[in-house]
């Protein structure tokens, strides 16, 4: 069983930087697929960056530009590094593992 523990989270004013991170345990291999989502109050939870043990990244057009996400393939961990932040990131940022497998969620919010 895996299970993901991210750490990272806080309150930050507009225009600044966040780093999330999500460690994986319980895992014998490599996981493949990692990733964020995110879901803010009253909305539905959509993909933010996702990557692949290559490095191959996609990201939401959203957060294309100020978002990196990265991995550790010998730890199964992931960072998302976020930049130029704005209230509109204030969400619960979630790690995922392909799986199907969810952290319990890591709240961001953006405010001045």
């Known amino acids: 069983q895996v299970q993901l523990v991210e750490s990272g989270g806080g309150l930050v004013q507009p225009g600044g930087s966040l780093r999330l991170s999500c460690a994986a345990s319980?895992?014998?291999?490599?996981?493949?697929?990692m990733g964020w989502y995110r879901q803010a109050p009253g909305k539905e939870r959509e993909v933010v960056a996702l990557i692949i043990p290559s490095g191959i990244t996609t990201y939401a057009d959203s957060v294309k530009g100020r978002f990196t996400i990265s991995r550790d393939n010998a730890k199964n961990a992931i960072d998302l590094q976020m930049n130029s932040l704005k209230p509109e990131d204030t969400a619960v940022y979630y790690c995922?593992?392909?799986?199907?497998?969810w952290g319990k969620g890591t709240l961001v919010t953006v405010s001045s």
């Open positions: 319980g895992s014998r291999f490599s996981i493949n697929l």
């Open positions: 995922y593992a392909q799986g199907h497998y």
